[in-house]
């Protein structure tokens, strides 16, 4: 009973260490060189915020900019570097406070103008981590096409 209970220990510690090991993986650098092949596969032109963001602005739009905190309707399509699509809106898109998306939106919506469009290349530290989410596994490279249809 006692070798059963040690050997019990022994496998929870492993797998609660192995789970952590899984959890801690640093996807930065991953993450970094799976979005500028995209980028030089699919001959965008991508720029470089200072926390990871890449992105493309097709048309940057001529109406209100928002800001961080504002609420907006997007129309989107979300894909992993595969091609592989995970989420869409319609063509009416959704409302939401840039304030309550992840990190990538909330940083990367404000380069358009109403009416303007463009794709978002977002690494996991500004997506959802080392966490997996839905369809989305942990440490995945997001890309979204965006409309920015209003600033409301």
């Known amino acids: 009973m006692k070798y059963l209970l040690t050997a019990l220990l022994a496998l929870t510690l492993f797998i609660s260490c192995s789970k952590d090991k899984e959890a801690n993986i640093d996807y930065v650098a991953k993450n970094e060189l799976e979005i500028k092949d995209y980028i030089a596969k699919n001959n965008l032109t991508a ?10 602005i097709t048309n940057p739009g001529t109406g209100t900019q928002p800001t961080a905190t504002s609420n907006v309707t997007v129309a989107y399509k979300g894909y992993f570097t595969n091609g592989s699509v995970f989420d869409q809106s319609g063509s009416a898109g959704i409302s939401f406070g840039l304030n309550q998306v992840i990190k990538g939106w909330t ?46």
């Open 107 to 152: 940083e990367g919506i404000p380069h358009f103008k109403t009416g303007g469009n463009g794709i978002l290349l977002i690494p996991s530290q500004l997506g959802y981590g080392s966490s997996s989410n839905g369809p989305i596994p942990g440490g995945s490279v997001l890309i979204f096409e965006v409309k920015l249809i209003s600033v409301n």
């Open 47 to 56: 720029q470089r915020s200072d926390t990871g963001l890449y992105y493309v």
